[in-house]
Every structure is written in C-alpha cells, then in structure tokens.
C-alpha cells in the first residue's frame, strides 16, 4: 500500500492507494476504494494510466511507476477558469422560408 502523507501546515489531501497484482507484468490500483489506474509493463518501460486509460508517466521501474501515479492522483485537476458573469452563446435559429 502507498501512503502519501502531507507536511504539517499545508491542505494537501492525504491518499491511500492499495495496490494488486492480478497477472505478471500487470498492477492495479485503488484509492479510496475505487480504480485509481494501472501500471503495466510494456516493451522494457512501465507504463502508467490513470483511471479512465490516459497515459501520465512512462518510468523505468515499478517504485518509479507507482509514485507516479501517486502523484498524478495528489495534483488536483486543472480546471479552465470561468466567470460566473460570463455567457454562452445561443444558437441561433431560422425562421419562416429561410428555414428549409
């Protein structure tokens, strides 16, 4: 199991992953008792995946691969900022004859 413990003073969530290993050259995740991703080895290098199948990290052994991962989970996800005020615009329809 990994452990990722925050300094004192900071916000920083602490994650617990569990880790399997249900077949040779294959490791799974969970955190939070839910898939957090996976780590396969796959020509020579580990390749790192996150919950939905995206690669984050490629990495030369498996404690490499897993802090990865680790840290991929603790980053909070990037969010493109938006304002509040800000409007979508509507599409916009035709009427009438122009509309055949």
Known sequence: MTFLRTRPGT???????????????????????EHAGVVEF????????????????????????????????STPAAVPARSLLERMPRPTYLRGPLAA
């Open 42 to 73: 796959i020509d020579g290098r580990f390749s790192v995946r996150n919950s939905i199948g995206e690669v984050v990290a490629e990495a030369v052994s498996i404690p490499d691969a897993k802090a990865a991962l680790a840290r991929h989970l």
């Open 11 to 33: 916000n920083t969530p602490t994650i617990d992953i569990a880790w399997y290993n249900p077949e040779s050259n294959l490791w799974v995740a969970a955190a939070d008792g």
